[in-house]
Nanobody
Framework: QVQLAESGGGLVQTGGSLELSCRIS????????MGWFRQSPGRVREFVAA????????YYLDSVKGRFTISRDNTKNRVYLQMNSLKPDDTAVYYC??????????????????????WGQGTQVTVSS
């Protein structure tokens, strides 16, 4: 049973930083490309960032490029999302997810939430103005 667990959310002021962490257990971690999504009340779940199984490729939502960085440490079975210059619009519950094995890691597949097989419970990020 693959399980994902996010941590690192919290309350931060505009312009501040947070680092989210996602731990994967119960599976072969390096099999999966990983992604981060977010959802705020009344809005659809939104792609934020994704990283290939070996960290060689990444994709980002346009509005977070230059502010957020996704990375992974396969020795620790973790994926991270470093978020800098945070804005109130970044307020949401952030979820990490594992892309279905066997799918090609492309701009199209990485950004579709229905291509992801496993999901964490989410961690709340609140940015105050």
């Amino acid at each position: 049973q693959v399980q994902l667990a996010e941590s690192g959310g919290g309350l931060v002021q505009t312009g501040g930083s947070l680092e989210l962490s996602c731990r994967i257990s119960g599976g072969t971690y390096t099999t999966y490309a990983m992604g981060w999504f977010r959802q705020s009340p009344g809005r659809v779940r939104e792609f934020v960032a994704a990283i290939s199984w070996n960290g060689a490729e990444t994709y980002y939502l346009d509005s977070v490029k230059g502010r957020f960085t996704i990375s992974r440490d396969n020795t620790k079975n973790r994926v991270y999302l470093q978020m800098n210059s945070l804005k109130p619009d970044d307020t949401a519950v952030y979820y990490c997810a594992a892309l279905s094995p066997g799918l090609p890691f492309t701009d199209t597949t990485a950004k579709r939430y229905d291509e992801y097989l496993y999901w964490g419970q989410g961690t709340q990020v609140t940015v105050s103005s």
